[in-house]
């Protein structure tokens, strides 16, 4: 008689709902139209006390059908399938249930003989439904995908769905529908719903379809003909339950005379309660028990109490058995009674408001005579559905010892466990330790021996109060913390913090039956992960912090025999190929001078035009020009990084959980071998240098590289951890136990960012302080990164010490080793001549670095030598160092030079390093080409020539093309030494006068008894270097170069297209 309207409102899909009536919603009567009147039909025989029906599965808002059964199939307890299995009709009724109002929600079918059942995330060869409620009307379509691979699915163009509808109300979607058990369609696209299918569920939370679902999806193994309840919660008009980890749960329903109960346990044993007089007391008190044996069949016991003994047997037995089953580690028992049954034995149900006290009990067998295992008791009005908790109480299931008969213990005992079987069909006791008085103690059990997810897990501590706490969670995917588990299948038997350890022992079925979130105790290897923490979890139901790397570990375990097939590790394993990187490097040196390699010997190639400089050129394009001319030890430096990086980024795999959003630690693991390694080539007194054939201004261009590599696996790193976490998480200022924090990490990065910007070429060399002060912050910045990332102190530490070795070196000789400056005079063109006087050792073509405490108390700088090295009995050492502007390091220099003090200055010099990479005095034919002051190193050479030109191969003929701005660079700069070197005729001078405005040539006085001729304009290096080497084996020339990286470009490529040997001098430190 409802309006319509109303009726669309209340049941907005009525028009689909059309269900079969009962006998009594049914009737008959004979009306007579024109009078009005009716004959009742025949009276129907009475019919006798009906029992209160069965409730129906959730009452959903805008459901318009009652299903058989209901199942819960995620761990929030947000997604819900509700069924009708009729396969006398080949039909299947469902409905999809998601929390919230927005999104679409799906479900698949897999055949469960050809997919792997613990594969939650395979979604190939499935059959989906997928409802969406977006816009003014829902729709639900059937989809498929065919592929054994994941993929999108594809619309099905065989439409099996029917009565399918979509309804969005009181914060819920819900969608329903039928379909056959076999579609008749392709194998392909349908799969037949048969008594057991693996099922898909996936949602969103927002938008509409767009067959892309992210984190929200699972899967779960259903039995449909099999009965199923979502609990206790869900299935009666009132429940009470033990407390919130509803070990025990009843529910019930009154009509008429009778009463029914449904009762759940956390248990694969017996389950039971009753009515006492005495609250709290199980002594006089009515009981009633039920379980399922192995052969699934369900027995309800009526007895009663009298002591603290096992429940007598009542004669007269008053209740009636509906249904009992055992599912997902619980037991459930559905029975009714009435509520006065007129025996002495049984205690009456109070009405009208009354309350009536009741006790529970639950074990882990089925043996009635078994002494409970927990028990709890509370206060119930059945009438009005009130209820008042006592706190209940666990028992352990035996008589336990502390530890088992066997054990295992991590390296350096962080962490042992023991275990012992308490019966070997079903069930087992752990005994647990950490090396921590205070925190968390957990151990799990996962798919893959090391990964810490997807992993079943049980964690204990002992709270503030002294009290052991325990929980049975799991691990779905990546580090998040662990959830806890709906059904608590772990029974703590004690928990205690003694000598400075945590102890926690529990007992747990072999095999709990609780799907997708425990995993059963194998008779083969067993998977198992540990971890420990020193800080412990507010609450039973909070989440666990984060342990450091150091606080975990694995083992593969076989219960039974007592075998351990894997150890765990305290460390990460990427932290030893980072060590054995340093290792093979020190091998492969000091194996290459036992055989007496030549390593140092340049493997030559052509250079690519020259590029001028830029700030892209400064980024990246460098490598261009540099790996040339790299000797064969610098090529196998490269080799071995590139294979030690690898390694790194795979046993980093095997370190983190490999899952997408875990790959963020596996790029920060990359970044911290490669922050190590671009530490070791800026040791000026390494090892491996001189043992590699790879000197330090040779190998500083490694740092360079590496460190753009690491600031991208920085970055990468960063993007990765922030699209998981979220971006507020790199602020976040609490660190965990282990120091770890990820503010650290990101002032780090900040750091890092200000040093990579302060070491461009153009920086550092028109603004050479603001790259020393700027890479000052590497220290801080080490600092942060180690806070940030523990592991990484164990992954720098030898970088680092050597680099502290180097620094202490150079510390003490730029600051002890104070020489005194015999002459310093400018010489014109913006140049100066500094002479030092010391004993130190060098050789042609090395530099030095040079710190002036009257200039500056910490800036050094490095300056070839260009004095001679001979004499042998010298006792000075010359530079000539040209300003670089106003306001740097070498003007300063050169307004001294004017300084009457001069004399009394002292410099503090590190050095001699350098070397050529070619031998000059092989070479019958030698050009040497630079580039203003360039030319300071090869002077050293000419005039080593020159000491040395009566031990030269006959016929050596030794050319230097040499241009420059400055005039006075070959009046002034070095007049004596031109002077000598023009005197024999195996020395040839090519001079070259820049500037624009001179366009003539000239003959130049040098000295009071020479001169020497120069040309205006820049020089055809190919002319001058072809008439020089014309009818000479290309052999027997060798070029060197000094100067503007376009110069040396130039000369590079005419020297490898001729099969010239190159050298060339460089200060792109």
């Known amino acids: 008689s409802l309006p319509s309207r109303r009726l669309l409102e209340i049941y907005p899909n009525f028009d689909a709902v059309l269900q079969t009536h009962t006998m009594e919603d049914r009737g008959a009567v004979l009306l007579s139209l024109a009078g009005g009147g009716a004959l009742a039909a025949p009276p129907q025989p009475p019919t006798p006390p009906l029992r209160p029906p069965s409730p129906p599965s959730p009452p959903m808002p805008g459901h318009t059908r009652s299903y058989e059964n209901c199942a819960i199939v995620d761990a929030a307890r947000e997604w819900q399938l509700y069924w009708t299995y009729l396969p006398e009709d080949n039909l299947i009724r469902m409905a999809m249930e998601k929390a919230g109002e927005s999104g679409w929600i799906s479900i698949g079918f897999q055949d469960i003989n050809h997919v792997d059942i613990e594969n939650t995330n395979e979604m190939g060869q499935a059959d989906y439904i997928v409802a969406d409620g977006s816009g003014s009307s829902g729709w639900v379509r059937d989809y498929y995908i065919a592929r054994d691979e994941n993929g999108e699915p594809d619309i099905d163009p065989q439409q099996d769905i029917r009565g399918g509808v979509v309804t969005r109300i009181s914060g819920k979607t819900v969608a329903e529908f039928s379909r056959q058990l076999k579609t008749g369609d392709s194998y392909v696209r349908d799969k037949v719903i048969t008594r057991t299918n693996k099922v898909l569920w996936a949602n969103t939370d927002s938008g509409r379809y767009d067959k892309y679902h992210g984190k929200a999806c699972g899967s779960i193994v259903m039995e449909w003909d099999k009965p199923s309840q979502c609990g206790a919660a869900d299935t009666a008009l009132y429940e009470f339950c033990d407390s919130a980890t509803r070990n ?501 990065a900040i750091l890092m960012a200000v040093i990579m910007l302060g070491a461009l070429e153009p920086v550092r060399r028109h603004a050479w302080e603001v790259f020393l002060v700027s890479h000052m912050a590497y220290l801080p910045t080490l600092v942060l990164i180690c806070l940030h990332a523990t592991d990484l102190l164990y992954v720098v530490l030898v970088s680092v010490t050597l680099y502290a070795a180097d620094l202490t070196i150079r510390t003490f000789t730029q600051t002890f080793r104070g020489c005194k400056v015999l002459k310093l005079e400018s010489v014109g063109g913006g140049a100066l001549r500094l002479e030092v006087s010391t004993r130190t050792v060098f050789s042609a073509g090395q530099y030095m670095f040079l710190r002036i405490p009257t200039i500056s108390h910490h800036e050094t700088h490095p300056f070839s030598i260009s004095s001679s090295p001979w004499p042998a009995t010298r006792q000075s050492v010359a530079f000539h160092i040209k300003s670089m502007g106003a306001g740097t390091w070498t003007e300063k220099l050169l307004k001294l030079s004017n300084d009457k003090l001069q004399r009394s200055l002292n410099v503090f010099m590190d050095g001699p390093y350098g070397s050529w990479s070619i031998d000059p005095k092989q070479y019958p034919r030698l050009i040497l080409v630079a580039g203003g002051i360039g030319i300071t190193p090869l002077m050293s050479l000419l005039t080593d020539l020159l000491a040395q030109h009566r031990t030269l191969p006959q016929g050596t003929s030794v050319h230097l093309v040499w241009s420059s701005r400055e005039m006075e660079a070959f009046t002034q700069w070095f007049p004596e030494e031109i002077a000598k070197l023009e005197k024999l005729k195996m020395f040839h001078l090519h001079l070259f006068l820049t500037q624009t405005h001179v366009t003539f040539v000239e003959d130049i006085e040098i000295g009071s008894e020479s001169q020497v001729t120069w040309k205006s304009g820049r020089p055809d290096y190919l002319e001058v270097i072809a008439r020089a080497t014309a009818g000479v084996n290309a052999r027997d020339v060798g070029v060197f170069a000094c100067g503007p990286a376009p110069l040396v470009a130039t000369v590079q490529n005419i020297a490898y297209d001729r099969g010239f040997m190159f050298h060339k001098e460089t200060f792109v430190l």
């Not at 964690?459 to 325990?470: E, H, I, L, M, R």
């Open 248 to 748: 025990f749960c009843i529910s019930w329903a009154v009509s008429g005379l009778y009463i029914e109960f449904t009762m759940i346990g956390l248990t694969l044993g017996y389950v039971s309660f009753g009515i006492t007089d005495t609250p709290g007391k199980m002594y006089s008190a009515d009981s009633w028990l039920c379980w399922v044996d192995s052969a699934g069949v369900g027995h309800l016991e009526d007895g009663h109490m009298d002591s603290y003994l096992a429940p007598q047997l009542d004669s007269q037995q008053d209740l009636e058995l509906l249904s009992a089953s055992e599912t997902g580690g619980m037991t459930s028992c559905t029975f009714r009674r009435l509520l006065s049954t007129g025996d002495l034995q049984d205690r009456s149900i109070k009405q009208a408001g009354g309350m009536n006290d009741i006790i529970w009990a639950t074990h882990t067998t089925d043996d009635r005579l078994a002494k409970h295992a927990k028990k709890g008791s509370g206060s119930v009005d059945f009438a009005m559905g009130g209820s008042v908790l006592t706190p209940s109480v666990s028992a352990p299931i035996v008589e336990v010892k502390e530890v088992g008969k066997q054990h295992v213990c991590s390296s350096g005992g962080k962490f042992c466990l023991w275990w012992e079987f308490v019966n070997k069909s079903s069930a087992i006791q752990f005994t647990m330790e950490s090396d921590k008085a205070t925190g968390y103690v957990s151990l799990g059990f996962g798919d893959v021996l090391g990964v810490m997810a997807p992993a079943d897990m049980y964690a204990g501590w002992v709270d503030t109060s002294g009290q052991g706490v325990f929980t049975d969670r799991y691990l779905p995917s990546g580090y998040e913390s662990p959830q806890l588990d709906a059904q608590q299948n772990g029974v703590l038997v004690s928990a205690a913090s003694l000598n400075g350890k945590t102890r926690v022992v529990f007992q747990r079925s072999l095999d709990t039956g609780d799907v997708g979130m425990d995993r059963a105790i194998l008779r083969s290897g067993n998977n198992v992960i540990w971890a420990t923490h020193d800080l412990a979890p507010l609450s039973k139901d909070a989440n666990m912090a984060t342990h450091s790397s150091r606080d975990r570990g694995s083992f593969s375990i076989n219960f039974y025999t007592g075998a351990v097939a894997g150890t765990s590790s305290s460390f990460p394993k990427y932290i030893y190929v980072a060590w054995a990187y340093v290792g093979t490097l020190l091998l492969v040196g000091v194996c290459a001078r036992l055989v007496g390699a030549q390593l140092d010997i340049v493997i030559q190639r052509r250079l690519a035009p020259p590029l001028p400089p830029s700030l892209l050129h400064s980024l990246c394009l460098d490598f261009a020009t540099v790996t040339v001319d790299l000797t064969i030890g610098e090529w196998l430096c490269i080799g071995l990084y590139f294979v030690f990086l690898i390694a790194s980024a795979l046993v980093a795999q095997q370190d983190f959980t490999p899952v997408p959003q875990e790959d963020g630690e596996v790029f920060g693991a990359v970044a911290g071998f490669n922050l190590m390694v671009s530490l070791l080539p800026v040791t000026r007194h390494s090892l491996w240098a001189p043992l590699l054939g790879c000197s330090f201004e040779r190998a500083i261009k490694f740092h360079r590289w590496v460190a753009r590599g690491f600031m991208l696996n920085v970055l990468l790193h960063a993007l990765e951890m922030c699209d998981t976490f979220g971006f507020s998480a790199a602020t976040e200022l609490e660190p965990n136990a282990a120091g770890e924090g990820n503010l650290y990490g990101t002032i780090a």
